[in-house]
């Protein structure tokens, strides 16, 4: 007499409830990369230039002032996935002072998409510096001169499409277009991850260099060999020199020169308000891959340094457009004025602070990047034979890592089903024979 179960046999439910609990983790973990905390605060348009506009009006600003601003395209691209950058270049006296002794400048602005008050600081800046919009209660005629003595290019937004994706609503992204943050991607101490590593935040490419944003700062470095290069970011008020990936500056003279010029600076403008020191040993975690390690270490930039202009420690972490952006007209109005001011005196300081031979040592422009408005394309797929070969290298090896993961996936998969049907068949045959 066969008899059937009114029940799913508990072994059998075990494996449904497993089955179906897996499923929804793995679903989470999927949800969950692609999901970026929602902010409170929207961005303030009242006060903040779109990525478009901001362009435009730089763009208009560089037409007016063809005599002392240039600005040039530059796009590059990997595997599908494509940058474009704009790089103005600041000469005062083109015709009295000879390139190859002036003092050169490299200041980058937005590398994380979520701080906007960054890329209006470089409006700002280039507004002053050819015309002559004021400081309050700042006279600018004292620092004509040693304008005359300076090249600045200016990167007013090196993430663009990552400020894109914070303008369609994802206030809290830091990253270029395609997930990866751009100040962990660079070749010093790449790809180590601490204790409390963010993937969705601090996510560092498949490779050193791998996105193109990266790539094109990397051929600027080369190109244009600055004596001081300023990485603008917002979260505090820091003046921060290398080291990021550990908690110590490095050792020697140059490095004395470089906390001399900020000690100097913090003192003179901020009252000996902000943070000075080491990335890695003031700011409370350690950063691998970043900007300003590679600038010191292998570029060899006598003085590279990563500037935090802003930063709300009363926001919520999930607020995040408030917790990196000023969202009231008095406070931005001061943080511009502020750091449009410290960066004219980080000027004089460098000026007055680098021995001749360094400004002699680097030599005369390079320019990798056209002088003229003209636009340069790069591809990834330009680069060394060996450089490809190293990076190919790290990418397959990446992409095995995932390919394991998917097998073990479905291996897994597999083995639930097969254990599953084997006691399924079993509870069949014993409720069958009575």
């Known amino acids: 007499m066969a008899l ?19 499923t929804l983790a793995l679903a989470a973990v999927a949800s969950s990369a692609r999901k970026i905390p929602a902010s409170i605060t929207p961005i303030s348009r009242d006060l903040y230039h779109s990525s478009d506009s901001i362009l435009g009006e730089i763009k208009a600003l560089v037409a007016r002032n063809s005599d ?20 103005v270049t600041f000469n005062h006296a083109k015709e009295t002072v000879q390139d190859g002794s002036k003092i050169k400048i490299m200041l980058s602005f937005g590398q994380h998409g979520r701080e906007l008050i960054t890329s209006e600081v470089a ?3 280039l507004y002053i510096l050819t015309e002559k919009r004021r400081i309050a209660g700042v006279d600018l005629s004292s620092f004509e001169k040693i304008l005359e003595h300076l090249v600045i290019k200016v ?20 990253r270029n277009g395609r997930g990866v943050d751009l100040n962990r991607n660079w070749s010093v101490d790449w790809g180590k991850k601490e204790k ?13 260099f791998s996105e193109p944003e990266a790539q094109i700062m990397q051929e600027l470095s080369k190109s244009f060999k600055p004596h001081i290069w300023v990485n603008v970011h917002s979260g505090m008020e820091a003046l921060f020199m290398p080291y990021d990936h550990k908690n110590t500056t490095p050792d020697g003279a140059p490095s004395q020169l470089m906390r001399s010029l900020l000690e100097n600076l913090n003192r003179r403008h901020f009252q000996d308000s902000c943070l000075v020191g080491s990335g890695g040993g003031a700011v409370g975690y ?18 590279p340094f990563t500037f935090e202009i802003y930063g709300d420690e009363k926001a919520s972490t999930d607020d995040c457009f408030k917790m990196f952006n000023p969202v009231d007209k008095t406070t931005f109005d001061r943080v511009i004025n502020k750091w449009c001011m410290a960066f004219l005196i980080l000027f004089e300081e460098g000026l007055r602070i680098l021995p001749g031979s360094q400004v002699a040592s680097q030599g005369a422009l390079d320019n990798w990047v056209p002088m003229g408005g003209e636009s340069l394309e790069r591809n990834a797929d330009e680069k060394s034979g060996n450089e490809n ?10 992409q095995e890592l995932k390919t394991y993961f998917r097998l073990f996936i479905i291996s897994t998969f597999l083995l639930m089903f097969m254990f599953c049907s084997r006691i399924s068949k079993n509870r069949n045959r014993e409720s069958g024979n009575f």
Not at 5 to 21: F, G, I, N, Q, T
Not at 288 to 303: N, S
């Open 196 to 208: 409390d590593y963010n993937p969705f935040e601090e996510d560092p490419g498949t490779a050193p």
């Open 155 to 174: 990167v007013p937004m090196e993430n663009f499409n990552g400020r894109k994706r914070v303008e369609a609503g994802e206030l809290c992204d830091r």
């Open 286 to 303: 350690l950063a691998h891959g970043t900007t300003t390690d590679y600038l010191y270490d292998i570029a060899k930039v006598p003085m």
């Open 68 to 87: 002392t601003l240039t600005m040039d395209t530059v796009r590059a691209s990997n595997k599908g996935y494509s940058a474009e950058m704009f790089v």
């Open 4 to 22: 059937t179960s009114a029940h799913p046999a508990p072994p059998l439910l075990v494996c449904r409830l497993l089955a179906l609990a897996l």
């Open 389 to 398: 070969r190293q990076l190919e290298g790290l990418d397959l090896g990446m």
């Open 123 to 125: 409006l700002s800046l």
